[in-house]
């Protein structure tokens, strides 16, 4: 079976927390999902599995999106 490495893989769940829930509480997770989008959407054509680095960057999209609904609420 192959390892999930979109959404939330293992490497990023070590300790009690996620790293972008840690992001997130420091106020930062906006700019952070745009960076990691931007990052990802560049350099897919030089992976070795570009369709996994473009779901990569529609994952902080998403969660961008999620970001901004609560925060029009």
């Known amino acids: 079976m192959k390892k999930e490495m979109v959404d939330h893989p293992d490497h990023y769940n070590k300790g009690k927390i996620e790293v972008i829930d840690f992001i997130k509480d420091l106020g930062m997770a906006k ?43």
């Open 31 to 73: 700019d952070f999902c745009i960076g990691n989008a931007i990052k990802y959407i560049a350099r897919y054509k030089h992976k070795q599995n570009p369709t996994e680095d473009i779901k990569k960057a529609i994952w902080y999209l998403q969660y961008l999106i999620e970001i901004l609904q609560s925060e029009e609420k």
